[in-house]
């Protein structure tokens, strides 16, 4: 599985692709984070109307595209006339077929409902090996157990190392804050790997993989890796 794989070997995830060069959550945004570096790409999901899965953080494309447009309540043939600066809303398939297994990608899931719509494309594509599906909702990762490599994300104490590993995850993604020495430890025991977010100071980027976090999240792979040399 690649994804685990590269957090062996200690990974740089690309929060959102690089949102410090390239708009978020775009095609452009993953390639460049490819392109300089980042082992895994991590993508926000959201889901159309007409059930299209697309990459966005926020539901409302207010922040990322200036229009005060809910994606949830639209269809994509209305979202795909949308463009910025060079940048248009992109589908999930197509994030998965850019990526193509040449890094590893987390797929972070924004709505219980819409996990088993998210894996039966990865599985379509046949990326199981290089996906792990992700979220804050354990009934999401409870109801993919098995099936995908998954991870529970958390930014509240006291975490939720133990309810990761009942529910099978291989990973826990805590708010950087939250992966002190001894949770990260803990996880570890736990066979769990250890991804931390959202860090954009170098020296906390080192820190924490000092302190034997398996990845780090970053929105500036390319400072990142470049400092960490």
């Known amino acids: 599985m690649l994804v685990l794989e590269k957090l062996s070997r200690k990974a740089l995830v690309g929060h959102r692709g690089i949102p410090a060069k390239e708009l978020e959550n775009t ?15 991590e993508v ?17 494309l207010k922040r990322t ?24 809303p992109a589908r999930l398939e197509e994030a998965l077929e850019l990526v193509g297994g040449r890094v590893g990608m987390f797929l ?17 594509i046949g990326a199981r090996d290089w996906v792990a599906l992700i979220s804050f909702y354990p009934e999401v990762i409870g109801a993919l157990r098995g099936r995908v490599i998954t991870g ?14 009942k529910l099978g995850c291989s990973l826990v993604l805590p708010k950087y804050t939250l992966a002190t020495q001894k949770a990260v430890d803990f996880a570890h025991r736990l066979k769990l790997f ?36």
């Open 27 to 41: 095609l452009q945004s993953i390639q460049r984070a490819i392109e300089v570096g980042a082992d895994i790409v």
């Open 44 to 60: 926000d999901i959201q889901r159309t109307r007409d059930g299209v899965l697309v990459l966005s953080h926020d539901e409302n």
């Open 65 to 88: 595209f200036c229009v005060d447009i809910n994606i949830r309540e639209r269809s994509w043939e209305e979202l795909k006339k949308l463009s910025k600066d060079g940048y248009s």
């Open 108 to 124: 972070e899931i924004k709505h219980p409902e819409d996990g088993g719509a998210v894996l039966e494309l990865v599985e379509s």
């Open 152 to 165: 529970l994300v958390y930014a509240k104490p006291p975490g939720s190392i133990p309810e990761a590993k």
């Open 194 to 229: 250890v991804v931390a977010w959202t860090v954009n100071e170098p020296e906390k980027a080192r820190e924490l993989f000092e302190r034997g976090v398996d990845g780090v999240a970053t929105d500036d792979v390319e400072g990142v890796r470049k400092a960490l040399r």
